[in-house]
C-alpha cells in the first residue's frame, strides 16, 4: 500500500448541517456568490473553500492518479474553531467527525478519518477523540499549532493528550493560525516561513515542557518535514547545556526526542528528505500531499522516489510505516 497521512476534507453534510442550524454550531455559511465562506463565531470569514475542499471525489482521483491505495483525511484546521464557545465547538466538532465518517464511507476501506476536536476544552476534546476512534472508527487526530495562544505543552491540555496515548492513536500537528508578525504579511512569509516556525515551537514545546515524558506512549506527527525542527536539534542540545531555562520542564536535550515524533514528507527538495531520513531513521517518514493546497506536493509519491532513500526506506516512508501507525490493512471495516 502507498499511503498519504496529510489531506484534507470537509464534508458538504457538514456545510449543509450548519447552513440549516447556525446557533447550534456557531457556523455561518455564505455561498451567495458562488465560493463556499465559513464564518465560526464572532471571527472575520474565513477564506473561500477551494472546491476540491468538499468533493471527496476530487481527492480520490488525485489518490487514484499518485498511486496512492490508502489515506488518513483529516479537517482544514481553517474550521478547528477553537475559539467557539464550548457548547458550539462540542457540536461542531461532532458534526464535522461524523460527517467526514459518511462521506468517507463512499471509499475504500484504506481511507480513515482524522478527528478535529475542541480543544478549547480538553476533556471534551479528549471525550470527542474517543466517540471518533471508538464509534466512527477514525485513526486519529488532527489539531492546530496551539488553542487561541496556549501552548500545546500547557498541564490543562493533558487530558487530551492522555486519551491520545490511551487510545494508541497519533496526532498531526498542523499550523494554520500565526500571531500576528507584520513581516508575515509580505511574499507569502505566513505560509512559507509562518507554518514551519509554528510547528517547531510546538514540538519544541512538547520537549522541553516535559509532555513526551509525562505521556511515554504519545504518538506526534509533524507535517512539512517537521518545520525546522530537525534541522535546529542541536541549538536545541547547546541551549540545553548553556541555559537553565531549557531545564526547568525536566526533560532532556531535545535530540532524544527527534525519533519520538514521525514526519511526513513534504520537503519540496530530495536534499532536504535525504537529510531528515538521515537524521530521524526512514521508520519515521510518512507520505504526505497536503492536497488540495498550493504549497502541497503534486507529485509526493515521485518526489520520495527522486529522493533514492534506497529500496528498503522507500518502501517504508510510502506506506509501510503509515500501515503500522495508523492501524491500516486491506481488509473491510
Sequence with gaps: MIVDVHSHFLSPLAIEAARRAPDRYG????????AIRLRLGDAPPLRPLLPALHDLAAYATFAGAQGMTGALVGP?????GYHL????GRAWSRLVNESLAESLGALPATFRGLATVPLQDPPAAAAELRHAVLTLGFRGAMIDTHV????LAEPALDPFWRAAMELSVPVILHPFVLEQ?????????????GYPFETTLAAAGLIFAGTLDRMPELTVVLVHGGGFL???LG?????HQARPEARTGGAGPASGYARRFYYDTITHSARS???LCDVVGADRLLLGSDFPFGLGDPEPVAAVRRAGLGEANERAALGENAMRLFQLTPAAR
Design 148 to 151: 487561541e495562544g496556549r501552548a
Design 76 to 80: 482544514l484546521m481553517d474550521i478547528a
Design 235 to 239: 541549538r536545541f542540545d547547546r541551549g
Design 273 to 275: 528528505l535525504c537529510f
Design 85 to 88: 464557545p464550548p457548547a458550539q
Design 181 to 193: 508578525v507584520e513581516r508575515f504579511g509580505a511574499y507569502y512569509l505566513h505560509n512559507l516561513v
Design 27 to 34: 457556523v455561518q455559511v455564505d455561498g451567495a456568490d458562488g
Design 230 to 232: 530537525p534541522y535546529q
